[in-house]
């Protein structure tokens, strides 16, 4: 897991609309907001998804970390 967790707010841009697309087309059970949330993770390069929503799908190239786990 990270050194540290930053906490970043950006605006939604082309990519994070093509990401969230391809997220929608490949996982057909991801909803659009929860789309929104881990493209845009994706593209601030994010390391880790930290939710507490089981049910989100994430692709490979970042790791999903639900918080209700560790509790």
Known sequence: MADKIVDVLFYLTQN????T???RAT????KTP???QVASAIEGE???????DK???TPSEIEKIVL???L
Not at 16 to 19: A, P, R, V
Request: no cysteine.
């Open 16 to 19: 994070i609309y093509l990401k």
């Open 21 to 23: 697309a391809f997220l």
């Open 27 to 30: 996982f057909k059970s991801i």
């Open 34 to 36: 929860d789309a929104i």
């Open 46 to 52: 994010a390391d880790i998804f930290i939710t507490n």
């Open 55 to 57: 049910g989100i799908k």
């Open 68 to 70: 209700q786990d560790y």
